[in-house]
Protein backbone atom coordinates (compact mmCIF):
# COMPACT_ATOMS: atom_id res chain seq x y z
CA UNK A 1 0.00 0.00 0.00
CA UNK A 2 2.85 2.04 0.92
CA UNK A 3 4.63 1.62 -2.28
CA UNK A 4 1.40 2.11 -4.28
CA UNK A 5 1.11 5.81 -2.73
CA UNK A 6 4.46 7.15 -2.93
CA UNK A 7 4.54 7.83 -6.93
CA UNK A 8 1.76 10.22 -6.32
CA UNK A 9 3.03 11.94 -3.24
CA UNK A 10 6.41 12.67 -5.85
CA UNK A 11 3.87 13.34 -8.73
CA UNK A 12 2.19 16.26 -6.55
CA UNK A 13 5.34 17.92 -4.88
CA UNK A 14 6.94 18.32 -8.78
CA UNK A 15 4.13 20.29 -9.88
CA UNK A 16 3.90 22.74 -7.12
CA UNK A 17 7.64 23.23 -7.30
CA UNK A 18 7.14 24.59 -10.86
CA UNK A 19 4.67 26.58 -10.29
CA UNK A 20 6.83 28.13 -8.19
CA UNK A 21 9.28 28.87 -10.41
CA UNK A 22 6.87 30.09 -12.95
CA UNK A 23 5.42 33.06 -10.61
CA UNK A 24 9.28 33.97 -9.86
CA UNK A 25 10.21 34.80 -13.13
CA UNK A 26 7.24 37.66 -13.99
CA UNK A 27 7.31 40.88 -13.06
CA UNK A 28 4.07 42.31 -11.21
CA UNK A 29 4.07 46.27 -11.45
CA UNK A 30 1.90 48.11 -9.34
CA UNK A 31 1.37 51.92 -9.66
CA UNK A 32 0.07 53.71 -6.76
CA UNK A 33 1.48 57.55 -8.32
CA UNK A 34 -1.84 58.38 -9.59
CA UNK A 35 -4.68 58.65 -7.21
CA UNK A 36 -8.04 59.15 -7.55
CA UNK A 37 -10.70 60.75 -4.92
CA UNK A 38 -14.32 61.12 -5.16
CA UNK A 39 -14.68 64.27 -4.72
CA UNK A 40 -15.95 67.85 -6.72
CA UNK A 41 -13.76 70.49 -7.19
CA UNK A 42 -15.17 74.08 -7.53
CA UNK A 43 -14.87 73.99 -10.87
CA UNK A 44 -16.51 71.38 -12.15
CA UNK A 45 -19.46 72.33 -10.10
CA UNK A 46 -22.83 71.78 -12.43
CA UNK A 47 -25.54 74.73 -12.79
CA UNK A 48 -28.44 73.56 -11.43
CA UNK A 49 -31.76 73.36 -14.02
CA UNK A 50 -34.67 73.47 -12.84
CA UNK A 51 -37.05 70.56 -12.95
CA UNK A 52 -40.03 70.54 -15.10
CA UNK A 53 -43.01 70.57 -13.16
CA UNK A 54 -45.77 68.25 -12.89
CA UNK A 55 -48.63 68.15 -14.66
CA UNK A 56 -50.33 70.62 -14.07
CA UNK A 57 -54.43 70.22 -14.56
CA UNK A 58 -56.07 73.14 -16.63
CA UNK A 59 -57.79 76.41 -14.25
CA UNK A 60 -61.40 75.15 -13.89
CA UNK A 61 -64.20 77.62 -14.24
CA UNK A 62 -67.12 78.13 -11.71
CA UNK A 63 -69.43 76.02 -14.03
CA UNK A 64 -66.91 73.11 -14.40
CA UNK A 65 -66.84 73.19 -10.36
CA UNK A 66 -70.33 73.14 -10.20
CA UNK A 67 -70.48 70.24 -12.38
CA UNK A 68 -68.04 68.52 -10.11
CA UNK A 69 -69.80 69.07 -7.38
CA UNK A 70 -73.29 67.56 -8.51
CA UNK A 71 -71.76 64.68 -9.90
CA UNK A 72 -70.14 63.98 -6.47
CA UNK A 73 -73.46 64.79 -4.78
CA UNK A 74 -75.26 63.04 -6.83
CA UNK A 75 -72.31 59.84 -6.11
CA UNK A 76 -73.08 59.88 -2.58
CA UNK A 77 -77.08 60.26 -2.74
CA UNK A 78 -76.90 56.81 -5.13
CA UNK A 79 -74.60 55.35 -2.30
CA UNK A 80 -76.88 56.42 0.58
CA UNK A 81 -79.80 54.71 -1.64
CA UNK A 82 -77.88 51.79 -2.31
CA UNK A 83 -77.07 51.13 1.34
CA UNK A 84 -80.52 52.39 2.75
CA UNK A 85 -82.41 49.88 -0.01
CA UNK A 86 -79.37 46.87 1.38
CA UNK A 87 -80.46 47.79 4.88
CA UNK A 88 -84.19 47.97 4.02
CA UNK A 89 -84.14 44.57 2.45
CA UNK A 90 -82.10 43.06 4.75
CA UNK A 91 -84.62 44.37 7.54
CA UNK A 92 -88.26 43.33 5.91
CA UNK A 93 -86.26 40.03 5.51
CA UNK A 94 -85.30 39.13 8.61
CA UNK A 95 -88.52 40.48 10.12
CA UNK A 96 -90.62 37.70 7.68
CA UNK A 97 -88.58 35.65 8.81
CA UNK A 98 -89.92 36.43 12.20
CA UNK A 99 -93.30 36.51 11.38
CA UNK A 100 -93.25 33.46 9.79
CA UNK A 101 -92.05 32.01 12.66
CA UNK A 102 -94.44 33.59 14.82
CA UNK A 103 -97.38 31.84 12.79
CA UNK A 104 -95.87 29.01 12.47
CA UNK A 105 -95.11 28.25 16.61
CA UNK A 106 -98.58 30.24 17.64
CA UNK A 107 -100.78 30.25 14.34
CA UNK A 108 -102.69 27.51 15.77
CA UNK A 109 -102.99 28.90 19.58
CA UNK A 110 -103.71 32.37 18.33
CA UNK A 111 -106.88 30.70 15.85
CA UNK A 112 -108.07 28.60 18.36
CA UNK A 113 -108.86 31.64 20.53
CA UNK A 114 -110.36 33.71 18.10
CA UNK A 115 -112.58 30.96 17.28
CA UNK A 116 -113.35 30.46 20.82
CA UNK A 117 -114.38 34.02 21.31
CA UNK A 118 -116.09 33.71 18.33
CA UNK A 119 -117.80 31.13 19.28
CA UNK A 120 -118.80 32.74 23.21
CA UNK A 121 -119.93 35.34 21.38
CA UNK A 122 -121.79 33.76 19.05
CA UNK A 123 -123.61 31.59 22.27
CA UNK A 124 -124.16 34.94 23.64
CA UNK A 125 -126.02 36.16 21.32
CA UNK A 126 -128.19 33.26 20.59
CA UNK A 127 -128.86 33.51 24.22
CA UNK A 128 -129.55 37.27 24.32
CA UNK A 129 -132.20 36.93 20.82
CA UNK A 130 -133.99 34.34 22.79
CA UNK A 131 -134.79 36.48 26.09
CA UNK A 132 -135.69 39.11 24.21
CA UNK A 133 -138.04 36.57 22.11
CA UNK A 134 -139.46 35.75 25.25
CA UNK A 135 -140.20 39.28 26.77
CA UNK A 136 -141.99 39.52 23.50
CA UNK A 137 -144.34 36.83 23.87
CA UNK A 138 -145.07 37.87 27.56
CA UNK A 139 -145.94 41.42 26.84
CA UNK A 140 -148.03 40.02 24.26
CA UNK A 141 -149.51 37.90 26.61
CA UNK A 142 -150.31 40.19 29.12
CA UNK A 143 -151.05 43.10 27.39
CA UNK A 144 -155.19 43.24 25.80
CA UNK A 145 -154.48 45.71 23.43
CA UNK A 146 -152.06 43.50 21.72
CA UNK A 147 -154.81 41.05 20.37
CA UNK A 148 -155.62 44.31 17.76
CA UNK A 149 -151.77 43.32 16.52
CA UNK A 150 -151.31 40.10 15.54
CA UNK A 151 -150.06 40.57 12.39
CA UNK A 152 -147.17 42.57 13.40
CA UNK A 153 -146.54 40.53 16.27
CA UNK A 154 -145.76 37.29 14.29
CA UNK A 155 -143.64 39.47 11.66
CA UNK A 156 -141.98 40.91 14.80
CA UNK A 157 -141.83 36.85 16.14
CA UNK A 158 -141.09 35.35 12.55
CA UNK A 159 -138.10 38.12 12.33
CA UNK A 160 -136.47 37.20 15.34
CA UNK A 161 -136.88 33.18 14.50
CA UNK A 162 -134.77 33.84 11.26
CA UNK A 163 -132.34 36.11 13.25
CA UNK A 164 -131.67 32.86 15.80
CA UNK A 165 -131.46 30.78 13.00
CA UNK A 166 -128.75 32.74 11.69
CA UNK A 167 -127.00 32.52 14.42
CA UNK A 168 -127.00 29.19 14.80
CA UNK A 169 -125.81 28.33 11.23
CA UNK A 170 -122.77 30.65 12.29
CA UNK A 171 -121.86 28.86 15.36
CA UNK A 172 -122.25 25.29 13.01
CA UNK A 173 -119.56 26.79 10.48
CA UNK A 174 -117.01 28.15 13.51
CA UNK A 175 -117.89 24.34 14.69
CA UNK A 176 -116.86 23.07 11.18
CA UNK A 177 -113.69 26.13 11.27
CA UNK A 178 -112.05 24.22 14.64
CA UNK A 179 -112.74 20.40 13.84
CA UNK A 180 -110.98 21.21 10.24
CA UNK A 181 -108.41 24.10 10.94
CA UNK A 182 -107.53 24.60 14.86
CA UNK A 183 -108.64 21.89 17.79
CA UNK A 184 -107.38 18.73 15.89
CA UNK A 185 -103.81 17.40 17.16
CA UNK A 186 -103.67 15.73 13.96
CA UNK A 187 -104.35 17.37 12.01
CA UNK A 188 -101.45 19.83 12.58
CA UNK A 189 -99.15 16.96 13.28
CA UNK A 190 -100.15 16.46 9.65
CA UNK A 191 -99.31 19.72 8.32
CA UNK A 192 -96.21 20.32 10.29
CA UNK A 193 -95.19 16.45 8.75
CA UNK A 194 -96.15 18.07 5.01
CA UNK A 195 -93.93 21.26 6.10
CA UNK A 196 -90.91 19.17 6.76
CA UNK A 197 -90.97 17.20 3.89
CA UNK A 198 -91.06 20.55 1.65
CA UNK A 199 -88.23 23.20 1.24
CA UNK A 200 -88.51 26.24 3.60
CA UNK A 201 -89.78 28.18 0.57
CA UNK A 202 -92.61 26.09 -0.22
CA UNK A 203 -93.63 25.36 3.59
CA UNK A 204 -93.64 29.18 3.92
CA UNK A 205 -96.28 29.69 0.74
CA UNK A 206 -98.44 27.01 2.38
CA UNK A 207 -98.55 28.83 5.85
CA UNK A 208 -99.21 32.15 4.06
CA UNK A 209 -102.43 29.97 2.18
CA UNK A 210 -103.20 28.44 5.25
CA UNK A 211 -103.66 31.96 7.43
CA UNK A 212 -104.97 33.52 4.22
CA UNK A 213 -107.86 30.81 4.28
CA UNK A 214 -108.29 31.09 7.96
CA UNK A 215 -108.76 35.00 7.51
CA UNK A 216 -111.22 34.49 5.19
CA UNK A 217 -113.43 32.38 6.63
CA UNK A 218 -113.35 34.94 10.09
CA UNK A 219 -113.90 37.99 7.59
CA UNK A 220 -117.03 35.70 6.37
CA UNK A 221 -118.05 35.42 9.53
CA UNK A 222 -117.74 39.03 10.75
CA UNK A 223 -119.82 39.97 8.33
CA UNK A 224 -122.20 37.48 8.96
CA UNK A 225 -122.51 38.80 12.93
CA UNK A 226 -122.67 42.44 11.43
CA UNK A 227 -125.69 41.05 9.58
CA UNK A 228 -127.40 39.53 12.48
CA UNK A 229 -126.58 42.99 14.23
CA UNK A 230 -128.08 45.34 12.26
CA UNK A 231 -131.42 43.31 12.29
CA UNK A 232 -131.19 43.03 16.16
CA UNK A 233 -130.75 46.85 16.22
CA UNK A 234 -133.71 46.54 13.60
CA UNK A 235 -136.06 44.68 16.29
CA UNK A 236 -135.00 46.48 18.96
CA UNK A 237 -135.54 49.63 17.72
CA UNK A 238 -139.11 48.67 16.32
CA UNK A 239 -139.63 47.22 20.17
CA UNK A 240 -139.06 50.64 21.65
CA UNK A 241 -141.29 52.19 19.44
CA UNK A 242 -144.20 49.88 20.00
CA UNK A 243 -144.08 49.70 23.90
CA UNK A 244 -144.04 51.98 26.35
CA UNK A 245 -141.43 52.79 28.49
CA UNK A 246 -139.86 52.52 32.19
CA UNK A 247 -142.97 49.96 32.95
CA UNK A 248 -145.55 52.33 31.89
CA UNK A 249 -149.13 50.59 31.26
CA UNK A 250 -150.77 53.76 29.11
CA UNK A 251 -150.71 56.70 27.10
CA UNK A 252 -151.26 60.10 26.13
CA UNK A 253 -152.14 60.47 22.30
CA UNK A 254 -152.13 63.99 20.57
CA UNK A 255 -153.08 63.02 17.49
CA UNK A 256 -152.87 66.34 15.68
CA UNK A 257 -152.49 70.56 16.47
CA UNK A 258 -155.26 71.91 17.08
CA UNK A 259 -156.88 74.33 19.24
CA UNK A 260 -159.37 71.86 20.90
CA UNK A 261 -157.23 69.14 21.44
CA UNK A 262 -155.59 69.00 25.13
CA UNK A 263 -155.62 67.40 28.75
CA UNK A 264 -156.79 68.81 31.97
CA UNK A 265 -154.84 67.86 35.34
CA UNK A 266 -156.60 68.53 38.42
CA UNK A 267 -154.23 68.43 41.17
CA UNK A 268 -155.68 67.30 45.23
CA UNK A 269 -153.02 68.73 46.35
CA UNK A 270 -152.89 73.17 46.32
CA UNK A 271 -149.91 74.29 43.94
CA UNK A 272 -148.44 76.83 46.58
CA UNK A 273 -145.02 75.80 45.98
CA UNK A 274 -142.19 77.15 46.38
CA UNK A 275 -140.00 74.32 44.91
CA UNK A 276 -141.05 71.68 42.60
CA UNK A 277 -139.97 68.78 40.36
CA UNK A 278 -142.11 68.26 36.66
CA UNK A 279 -140.71 64.86 35.16
CA UNK A 280 -142.34 63.19 32.15
CA UNK A 281 -141.81 60.93 29.04
CA UNK A 282 -142.58 62.51 25.40
CA UNK A 283 -142.22 61.23 22.45
CA UNK A 284 -143.03 64.22 20.06
CA UNK A 285 -144.19 64.08 15.90
CA UNK A 286 -142.53 67.61 15.25
CA UNK A 287 -141.50 70.21 17.46
CA UNK A 288 -142.37 73.74 16.15
CA UNK A 289 -140.68 77.34 17.56
CA UNK A 290 -142.81 77.15 20.45
CA UNK A 291 -144.52 73.61 21.64
CA UNK A 292 -146.59 73.39 25.04
CA UNK A 293 -145.79 70.44 26.89
CA UNK A 294 -147.61 71.09 30.27
CA UNK A 295 -148.59 74.98 31.40
CA UNK A 296 -149.27 76.09 35.00
CA UNK A 297 -151.33 79.63 35.21
CA UNK A 298 -153.63 81.68 36.73
CA UNK A 299 -155.88 84.73 36.01
CA UNK A 300 -153.04 87.03 36.78
CA UNK A 301 -150.43 85.16 35.04
CA UNK A 302 -150.52 82.66 32.27
CA UNK A 303 -147.52 81.30 32.28
CA UNK A 304 -146.39 80.46 36.23
CA UNK A 305 -144.84 77.04 34.85
CA UNK A 306 -144.32 76.34 31.41
CA UNK A 307 -142.23 73.18 29.78
CA UNK A 308 -142.21 73.76 26.25
CA UNK A 309 -140.25 72.56 23.15
CA UNK A 310 -138.65 74.52 20.31
CA UNK A 311 -137.39 72.54 17.55
CA UNK A 312 -134.37 70.78 18.75
CA UNK A 313 -134.50 72.88 22.17
CA UNK A 314 -136.26 72.14 25.72
CA UNK A 315 -137.17 75.00 27.86
CA UNK A 316 -138.95 76.03 30.99
CA UNK A 317 -139.90 79.01 32.32
CA UNK A 318 -140.91 79.98 36.28
CA UNK A 319 -143.12 82.74 37.30
CA UNK A 320 -143.55 84.22 33.46
CA UNK A 321 -141.84 84.52 30.18
CA UNK A 322 -138.93 86.21 31.59
CA UNK A 323 -137.40 83.55 33.43
CA UNK A 324 -136.38 81.05 30.82
CA UNK A 325 -134.13 78.43 31.29
CA UNK A 326 -133.02 76.48 27.64
CA UNK A 327 -131.14 73.48 27.23
CA UNK A 328 -130.06 73.12 23.20
CA UNK A 329 -129.86 69.70 21.09
CA UNK A 330 -132.03 67.85 23.06
CA UNK A 331 -135.01 67.01 20.48
CA UNK A 332 -133.75 65.60 17.50
CA UNK A 333 -135.26 68.01 14.21
CA UNK A 334 -138.21 67.42 13.19
CA UNK A 335 -138.99 65.35 15.78
CA UNK A 336 -138.38 62.16 17.20
CA UNK A 337 -138.96 57.94 16.72
CA UNK A 338 -137.74 57.05 20.37
CA UNK A 339 -139.05 58.41 23.63
CA UNK A 340 -137.28 60.94 25.45
CA UNK A 341 -137.51 61.85 29.22
CA UNK A 342 -137.66 65.53 30.56
CA UNK A 343 -137.44 66.78 33.63
CA UNK A 344 -137.75 70.42 35.01
CA UNK A 345 -136.47 71.50 38.67
CA UNK A 346 -136.80 75.19 40.87
CA UNK A 347 -136.33 76.21 43.91
CA UNK A 348 -137.17 79.72 45.03
CA UNK A 349 -134.54 79.96 48.21
CA UNK A 350 -131.84 81.12 45.35
CA UNK A 351 -133.86 80.69 42.24
CA UNK A 352 -131.78 77.54 41.11
CA UNK A 353 -133.54 75.74 37.49
CA UNK A 354 -132.38 72.91 36.07
CA UNK A 355 -133.18 70.85 33.04
CA UNK A 356 -132.46 67.07 32.45
CA UNK A 357 -132.71 64.88 29.66
CA UNK A 358 -132.37 61.37 29.57
CA UNK A 359 -131.66 61.36 33.21
CA UNK A 360 -128.20 63.89 32.56
CA UNK A 361 -128.33 67.46 33.86
CA UNK A 362 -127.88 69.53 30.58
CA UNK A 363 -128.08 72.97 32.19
CA UNK A 364 -128.48 75.17 35.60
CA UNK A 365 -129.38 78.34 36.05
CA UNK A 366 -129.58 80.87 38.71
CA UNK A 367 -131.52 83.76 39.81
CA UNK A 368 -134.68 82.20 38.21
CA UNK A 369 -137.72 83.75 40.19
CA UNK A 370 -135.79 84.02 43.46
CA UNK A 371 -138.27 84.56 46.19
CA UNK A 372 -141.53 83.43 44.50
CA UNK A 373 -144.09 81.17 45.30
CA UNK A 374 -146.06 79.59 43.07
CA UNK A 375 -149.82 80.33 43.86
CA UNK A 376 -153.03 78.64 44.00
CA UNK A 377 -156.08 78.13 42.19
CA UNK A 378 -155.11 78.00 38.75
CA UNK A 379 -155.16 75.77 35.31
CA UNK A 380 -153.26 72.49 35.19
CA UNK A 381 -153.06 71.38 31.59
CA UNK A 382 -151.03 69.41 29.14
CA UNK A 383 -150.47 69.69 25.58
CA UNK A 384 -151.50 73.54 25.87
CA UNK A 385 -150.69 76.44 27.05
CA UNK A 386 -153.49 78.28 29.63
CA UNK A 387 -154.88 82.19 28.09
CA UNK A 388 -157.81 82.36 29.92
CA UNK A 389 -160.50 79.71 28.65
CA UNK A 390 -160.43 77.16 31.39
CA UNK A 391 -160.29 77.92 34.92
CA UNK A 392 -162.03 75.77 37.07
CA UNK A 393 -165.53 76.85 38.28
CA UNK A 394 -167.16 76.70 42.20
CA UNK A 395 -168.55 73.03 41.40
CA UNK A 396 -164.54 72.17 40.08
CA UNK A 397 -165.78 71.92 36.78
CA UNK A 398 -163.62 73.39 33.83
CA UNK A 399 -165.35 76.04 31.64
CA UNK A 400 -164.49 75.84 28.28
CA UNK A 401 -166.96 78.43 26.55
CA UNK A 402 -165.02 78.55 23.63
CA UNK A 403 -162.22 76.94 22.27
CA UNK A 404 -161.09 79.20 19.65
CA UNK A 405 -160.71 82.06 21.75
CA UNK A 406 -158.26 80.64 24.41
CA UNK A 407 -155.77 78.61 22.24
CA UNK A 408 -153.73 78.38 19.69
CA UNK A 409 -152.98 75.40 17.09
CA UNK A 410 -149.73 76.70 16.42
CA UNK A 411 -148.85 75.82 19.88
CA UNK A 412 -150.09 72.64 20.65
CA UNK A 413 -148.09 69.51 21.10
CA UNK A 414 -148.66 66.36 18.70
CA UNK A 415 -146.99 62.78 19.50
CA UNK A 416 -147.25 60.85 22.79
CA UNK A 417 -146.82 61.37 26.32
CA UNK A 418 -146.37 59.24 29.05
CA UNK A 419 -145.42 59.39 33.01
CA UNK A 420 -146.31 62.75 33.97
CA UNK A 421 -145.38 63.19 37.84
CA UNK A 422 -144.94 66.60 39.88
CA UNK A 423 -142.84 66.95 43.38
CA UNK A 424 -142.78 69.74 45.70
CA UNK A 425 -139.60 69.37 46.25
CA UNK A 426 -135.97 69.20 43.74
CA UNK A 427 -135.39 65.82 43.55
CA UNK A 428 -131.73 64.31 43.51
CA UNK A 429 -129.89 63.70 40.68
CA UNK A 430 -130.04 59.67 41.59
CA UNK A 431 -133.67 59.97 41.70
CA UNK A 432 -134.23 61.64 38.24
CA UNK A 433 -131.67 58.81 36.77
CA UNK A 434 -133.65 56.04 38.09
CA UNK A 435 -136.63 58.01 36.44
CA UNK A 436 -135.09 57.82 33.04
CA UNK A 437 -134.12 54.63 32.95
CA UNK A 438 -136.24 52.96 30.00
CA UNK A 439 -135.72 49.57 31.21
CA UNK A 440 -137.19 50.54 34.49
CA UNK A 441 -139.90 51.44 37.11
CA UNK A 442 -140.19 55.00 36.45
CA UNK A 443 -143.87 55.21 35.92
CA UNK A 444 -143.73 53.20 39.30
CA UNK A 445 -142.54 56.36 41.39
CA UNK A 446 -145.75 58.75 41.37
CA UNK A 447 -145.41 62.86 42.81
CA UNK A 448 -147.08 63.75 45.45
CA UNK A 449 -149.08 67.01 43.39
CA UNK A 450 -149.38 65.05 40.31
CA UNK A 451 -149.28 61.27 40.13
CA UNK A 452 -149.10 59.44 37.03
CA UNK A 453 -152.47 56.89 36.73
CA UNK A 454 -153.71 58.62 39.93
CA UNK A 455 -154.45 61.93 39.18
CA UNK A 456 -157.30 63.10 37.29
CA UNK A 457 -156.40 63.93 33.81
CA UNK A 458 -159.07 64.77 31.26
CA UNK A 459 -158.36 64.67 27.58
CA UNK A 460 -160.09 67.17 25.50
CA UNK A 461 -160.68 67.28 21.54
CA UNK A 462 -159.59 64.28 20.69
CA UNK A 463 -156.85 63.80 22.98
CA UNK A 464 -157.23 60.13 24.08
CA UNK A 465 -155.58 57.55 26.71
CA UNK A 466 -153.61 54.55 24.69
CA UNK A 467 -151.93 51.55 25.91
Known amino acids: MLLWSLPRTVCVLSVCVCLALTYEDDDIEVNYADTYYNEITE ?65 GSCGAAVETAGRRMVLQLENRLRESLERIRLKE ?35 KLETSCFSSPGTGM ?72 YTAVAPEVPLALS ?13 SSKTVLLSYGDRHNSFEIQLLLAHTSALITIGG ?9 VVKSGGTEDWIHLCGTWSSEQGLASLWADGK ?19 FQLGQERSGCCLPNQGNEY ?16 GKMTGVNMWSRVLSGEEIS ?28 GAQFVN
Open 434 to 461: QLALREGRGCGQRGNIVAWGVTEMVPHG
Open 43 to 107: EDTPVPTSSPPPCGSPDLNKWDKMFSMLENSQMRENMLLQYADDIIKVEIGSLRGEMLRFIAQYG
Open 361 to 379: KVVTTTGVAEGHVLPDGGS
Open 141 to 175: QNSAAARNSIGNSNHLEATLQQLISTVQTQANRLA
Open 275 to 287: AFTVCMWVKPTAA
Open 321 to 329: EAHLVEARG
Open 399 to 414: RVPGFEAGFEPKLAFT
Open 190 to 261: GMNSKRSLLPEGGAAEILEQEVASHQAALNGLQAALLQVRVGLAEVLSSSQQRYLPAGCEMALLFPMRSRRI
